[in-house]
């Protein structure tokens, strides 16, 4: 028999848990470890930030449908591992922590056969100074996040309902940012919400990126084919700015974020400003902050 211990529940490890559930036979064990309660399909928190679904829509929770199909289901974040296990455990395990089913802050040592680590990455807002909920800027990385955005931009539209002009700024908010898509969306859906309400007079939309060129999407851009046409994602994307009147700022690492007015460089090193009433920008990433260590209880991180 082989026990599988899987870190995190977002689309990798729950993706991972179900269909190793469905193949391995009843004698073989998966073990889900996740600090969350429920399972959210992170490309709609696009839309609950713009208001077109709710965060009821786009989650559910974990625990009954692990339940249903017999995974052993532990809302906990992974602390350390320990590979090679250590004078205690002959085998591999994960040192966890929980954070829900009634036993908050207490630790537990569960060993493995197999390790998949898919814990993701780690929202560092606290990369950029002043950056994130709670702070001065939303985000919509989280269905809690995107909830807050929704709120925060219906108060722009009323706003702009009273006929005052309103700045958005939506990009990245780190030099070293790399989730471009995903803010590009949004911008997307933020003017098309404007254009639906005939508020665009009252719109000043602005695209912060530390991108070289528009639409490389931290991948140095692409080519579409559409139409018969060969298209790159930097003219693709420049046409769909200039159309829907969205101005662009590129090659910019915002280096901090004050109430109402965000600071950045670009690349020949001058500092600038840029103001807003309302800021939705994406963070760096980083690692989860798991420690690891060998048989000797060795730092091996």
């Known amino acids: 028999m082989a026990k599988i211990v899987i870190l995190g529940a977002g689309i990798s490890g729950h993706t991972a848990a179900q269909y190793l559930r469905k193949w391995l036979n009843k004698k073989h064990e998966v073990v889900v470890v996740t600090p969350n309660a429920y399972y959210q399909w992170i490309p709609s928190n696009i839309w609950v930030g713009v208001g077109r679904m709710t965060s009821e829509q786009i989650k559910f929770k974990l625990g009954p449908k692990y339940k249903k199909w017999g995974i052993d289901y532990k809302q906990a974040k992974a602390v350390s591992i320990h590979p090679e296990g250590n004078k205690e455990f002959e085998k591999g395990f994960v040192t966890i922590e929980y954070t829900g089913q009634d036993k908050v802050g207490e630790s537990e040592k569960v060993d493995y056969d197999f390790l998949i680590n898919a814990t993701g990455p780690k929202l560092n807002f606290a990369g950029t100074d002043g950056l994130?909920?709670?702070?001065?800027?939303?985000?919509?990385?989280?269905?809690?996040?995107?909830?807050?955005?929704?709120?925060?931009?219906?108060?722009?539209?009323?706003?702009?309902?009273?006929?005052?002009?309103?700045?958005?700024?939506?990009?990245?908010?780190?030099?070293?940012?790399?989730?471009?898509?995903?803010?590009?969306?949004?911008?997307?859906?933020?003017?098309?919400?404007?254009?639906?309400?005939?508020?665009?007079?009252?719109?000043?939309?602005?695209?912060?990126?530390?991108?070289?060129?528009?639409?490389?999407?931290?991948?140095?851009?692409?080519?579409?084919?559409?139409?018969?046409?060969?298209?790159?994602?930097?003219?693709?994307?420049?046409?769909?700015?200039?159309?829907?009147?969205?101005?662009?700022?590129?090659?910019?690492?915002?280096?901090?974020?004050?109430?109402?007015?965000?600071?950045?460089?670009?690349?020949?090193?001058?500092?600038?400003?840029?103001?807003?009433?309302?800021?939705?920008?994406?963070?760096?990433?980083?690692?989860?902050?798991?420690?690891?260590?060998?048989?000797?209880?060795?730092?091996?991180?």
Not at 170 to 180: D, F, K, N, R, S
């Open 132 to 301: 994130g909920p709670g702070k001065n800027t939303v985000s919509v990385c989280t269905y809690t996040h995107a909830d807050e955005a929704w709120e925060k931009l219906q108060e722009s539209f009323k706003e702009m309902e009273k006929g005052k002009v309103q700045r958005f700024l939506i990009g990245v908010g780190h030099p070293m940012a790399t989730c471009q898509g995903a803010a590009f969306e949004y911008i997307l859906n933020v003017a098309y919400e404007i254009k639906k309400r005939k508020l665009e007079e009252f719109a000043d939309i602005t695209w912060i990126s530390n991108e070289w060129e528009l639409g490389d999407f931290g991948m140095a851009g692409a080519y579409i084919r559409r139409g018969g046409y060969i298209t790159s994602t930097k003219v693709f994307t420049e046409s769909f700015f200039v159309e829907r009147g969205i101005k662009w700022i590129k090659r910019a690492g915002v280096k901090k974020v004050e109430p109402g007015k965000v600071i950045y460089e670009n690349l020949d090193g001058e500092i600038n400003e840029k103001e807003f009433d309302f800021a939705m920008l994406i963070p760096g990433f980083s690692g989860p902050g798991m420690k690891a260590f060998d048989k000797n209880d060795e730092d091996i991180t």
